[in-house]
C-alpha cells in the first residue's frame, strides 16, 4: 500500500462545524461564534469584520465584499452583492477633462460606494441570529486593544511612510503611531474603528426595539448618517494621488443614500457530478464558469494535475475566458451582457475548438450569440504610465514579493490584496465570501472614522459603449470572486481565493484537481500551482501582458520544459507563492449525520482551517 501523500497541514473534518479564512483570527472567531450556538451566518459576519481589523493591507470597513450562501430552510444558492457603485459624478467626460486616460489607482477619485458593511449586516438581518453587538465585539476588541501584525502589514506601511507624512496626514495619525513605521513585534490599535463601530451599535440600539430593527437602523447610520456625512466632508477635499495632483473625490452622501446590498441569482454551469455557482457577471466570478464549460470539451480524463498537457489546456481555456471579459463584461443592469450566450454549451465547445498544442500569443475575444467584440484601448496604459506618479501605487492586488527590507527604493511599490472566509455550521448552512478594498495603501482615512474607502472603480473604462465602461450608478466589474458547488445535486463546497485577476485561475486548477484528479482539499490546494498573464490587468494602470505562464519552481522540470517547448513564455516563481485559496465542504454521512471537511492555504503562513 503507498503512503499518503504528505500536505502541509491536515485536512480538517469534524461534524459540528468548519471554518477557512485568509487569517488564523477570522478563522478562530467564526469557530467561536458556532461553538456559542451561533450559525454559519452570524460566523461568517464576525469573521468578516475580524479580517478587516487583522488584514488592514487587504481590506478594511470602507471596502466591498460578494457572497454566496445556502441557507438549509430556503435551499438554494444565493448571492449578496456587496460592490458598491460608482457616483453620479463619476463620468468618462469628467475624467477626460483632467487629461487622464484612465481613472487612477489610487487617492479619492477612484472611489465607489463602500458596500461591505451593508452586505454583511444584510445577511445578518435575513439569515443570522446574533445581535449586531455581538458579531461586532471580536473586530472592536482587536482595534481598541490590540491586534499581532503580520509582516505584510508592516511592509505595507513602510512602502507608503512618505505618502502618509506628506500628504495623507488622517493616514499617518492611524498607521505610524508615534510618528513611526509599528514594529512587528507589538500590538497595533485603531481604535478610531472601534469607536465608529462602538458608536453605531450605541445608536443602532437607541433606535431599534428588535433586532432586525436594530440592523436597519445601523445601516441606516451608515448609508445615511455620521458615517455618510463623514465620507463626503473628505471627499470634498483635494488630495494626492497617481496622478501627481491633488484632486478631490467624488463620492457623495447621496450615493451612499441611493445604494443597498441586493440579492441575486448566481450564475451557474454543470461540470460532471457538479454545478458550480459564481456571482453575477458584475463581478469575473462567470471567468470560472467559461472555463469548465470549455473543460468539458477537452482530453482532462486521467491527467496528472502537474503533467504538461492538464496545465498547458487550462492556462489556454484562460485566455479565451479572459479575453471575452474584456469584451462582453460589465454591470448587467446598465448593459446588454449575453451571458447566457457566454456559458451556453455551444459556444464553450466552439471556444475550447480553439485551442491548439502551441500557446496563443493573441487576445481572442469570442462573438456570443453572432454579437461583435470590441476591446477598450488598450495602449491607455502607457500613455497614463508616462504621465503618472507611480510613487503611490501601481498593479494588480496580489502578494507579489517584496526584497528584503534594507534593499528597499525609496520608489518601492505596495499593492494591496484582499480577503476570503468561507464558513459550514453543524445545519449545513454555508457562506462564502471575499471582502476587499479599502486596504490601508488605497486611500486617505477619513477622520473621525478611521478607516479608508475602496479604490475600486479603477476597473472600469473610458471607452465609450463598453460593458465595462464608466457609468455613473453601475458597478465596476469586481475582480472578486467566492464560489459554491453542488454535488450530485446537493450542496458541497464553499471555496475561494484573494489574488485578484487570478482569483479565477487558481481556483479552477485548485477544483479540476479536487474534480478530475482525485485530490483531497488540501492535497488540492498544495499542489504546484500557475497563472497567466494575457490580458490588460484589472487594476491602474491596466498593463497588458500576453503569453505569460508563471509558475511555482516545484511544479516537474519536464512540465516546464513542455510548455516553453508549445511556446508559452515561462516565469519561475517562488515554491510556494500562487494561490491563496479557503475551502470548506459538507457531505452526508449516513443516519442523516454530515461529514464537514475544510483546508486552507500555506503560502504566506497565516490562513487557517479549523473545524470539529
Not at 47 to 70: A, Y
Amino acid at each position: 500500500m503507498s503512503s499518503p501523500s504528505f500536505t502541509t497541514r491536515p485536512e480538517i473534518r469534524g461534524t459540528f462545524g468548519v471554518a477557512s479564512s485568509t487569517h488564523w483570527l477570522a478563522t478562530q472567531v467564526a469557530m467561536s461564534v458556532l461553538e456559542r450556538g451561533g450559525n454559519a451566518f452570524d460566523a461568517a459576519v464576525a469573521g468578516g469584520f475580524t479580517l478587516q481589523i487583522v488584514e488592514p493591507h487587504l481590506n478594511g470597513p470602507g471596502g466591498e465584499v460578494p457572497i454566496l450562501f445556502w441557507n438549509e430552510n430556503d435551499p438554494r444558492i444565493q448571492s449578496i452583492c456587496g460592490q458598491g457603485t460608482a457616483p453620479q459624478l463619476a463620468t468618462p467626460a469628467y475624467f477626460r477633462n483632467m487629461g487622464v486616460d484612465l481613472v487612477p489607482g489610487v487617492g479619492l477619485l477612484p472611489a465607489t460606494v463602500p458596500g461591505a458593511f451593508g452586505a454583511w449586516l444584510t445577511m445578518l438581518r435575513d439569515h443570522g441570529t446574533w445581535e449586531l453587538a455581538d458579531v461586532l465585539r471580536p473586530a472592536i476588541d482587536y482595534a481598541r486593544n490590540g491586534f499581532p501584525l503580520v509582516p505584510r502589514i508592516v511592509q505595507a506601511i513602510y512602502s507608503v511612510q512618505d505618502l502618509f507624512r506628506q500628504e495623507w496626514h488622517s493616514s499617518a495619525d492611524v498607521w505610524l503611531p508615534d510618528g513611526k513605521v509599528p514594529h512587528p513585534e507589538r500590538l497595533m490599535r485603531t481604535p478610531a474603528i472601534a469607536d465608529t463601530y462602538t458608536r453605531i451599535v450605541s445608536e443602532a440600539n437607541n433606535k431599534g426595539s428588535d433586532r432586525r430593527a436594530r440592523i436597519d437602523a445601523a445601516l441606516e447610520i451608515w448609508y445615511r448618517g455620521f458615517v455618510a456625512e463623514a465620507i463626503d466632508a473628505a471627499y470634498r477635499t483635494p488630495m494626492r494621488d497617481c496622478t501627481g495632483e491633488r484632486n478631490a473625490g467624488l463620492l457623495r452622501r447621496e450615493d451612499m443614500a441611493d445604494w443597498q446590498a441586493t440579492y441575486e441569482e448566481p450564475a451557474m454551469v454543470d461540470f460532471g457530478r457538479y454545478t458550480v455557482a459564481k456571482c453575477g457577471v458584475w463581478s469575473q466570478g462567470p471567468v470560472f464558469l467559461q472555463q469548465l464549460a470549455m473543460a468539458r470539451h477537452l482530453p482532462l480524463e486521467g491527467l496528472a494535475a502537474d503533467s504538461p498537457a492538464f496545465v498547458h489546456a487550462i492556462a489556454e481555456v484562460a485566455k479565451l475566458a479572459f479575453a471575452d471579459r474584456l469584451a462582453w463584461y460589465g454591470d448587467p443592469r446598465c448593459n446588454d451582457v449575453p451571458l447566457a450566450d457566454l456559458l451556453s454549451d455551444d459556444y464553450a465547445r466552439a471556444r475550447a475548438a480553439l485551442i491548439r498544442d502551441q500557446a496563443s500569443r493573441e487576445l481572442i475575444p469570442g462573438s456570443p450569440g453572432g454579437r461583435t467584440p470590441r476591446l477598450p484601448d488598450l495602449d491607455a496604459a502607457r500613455r497614463a504610465l508616462a504621465q503618472a506618479d507611480t510613487r503611490f501605487g501601481v498593479g494588480e492586488p496580489t502578494f507579489a514579493q517584496l526584497p528584503p527590507v534594507d534593499q528597499w527604493l525609496e520608489r518601492e511599490l505596495f499593492v494591496g490584496d484582499t480577503c476570503h472566509i468561507d464558513v459550514i455550521d453543524k445545519d449545513g448552512n454555508m457562506v462564502a465570501a471575499t471582502p476587499s478594498g479599502g486596504w490601508l495603501s488605497s486611500s486617505p482615512v477619513v477622520r473621525g472614522l478611521g478607516f479608508s474607502i475602496t479604490t475600486r472603480l479603477q476597473m472600469t473604462w473610458l471607452d465609450e459603449g463598453l460593458p465595462g465602461q464608466l457609468q455613473a450608478g453601475a458597478r465596476p466589474c469586481t475582480t472578486l470572486s467566492p464560489g459554491m458547488a453542488l454535488r450530485d445535486g446537493q450542496p458541497y463546497m464553499a471555496f475561494g481565493t484573494p489574488g485578484g485577476d487570478q482569483q479565477d485561475q487558481w481556483t479552477v486548477a485548485f477544483f479540476l484537481r479536487h474534480a478530475l484528479c482525485g485530490m483531497n482539499l488540501q492535497e488540492a490546494i498544495d499542489a504546484p500551482a500557475w497563472h497567466i498573464d494575457h490580458f490588460p490587468g484589472s487594476f491602474w494602470p491596466r498593463t497588458t501582458t500576453l503569453n505569460r505562464i508563471t509558475v511555482e519552481s516545484r511544479m516537474p522540470e519536464r512540465t516546464l520544459d513542455a510548455l516553453r517547448a508549445a511556446g508559452h513564455e515561462v516565469k519561475v516563481g517562488a515554491p510556494w507563492s500562487e494561490g491563496r485559496i479557503s475551502v470548506c465542504t459538507r457531505e452526508p454521512a449516513g443516519n442523516g449525520a454530515r461529514l464537514l471537511r475544510a483546508g486552507a492555504n500555506p503560502r504566506g503562513m497565516q490562513s487557517y482551517a479549523a473545524g470539529r
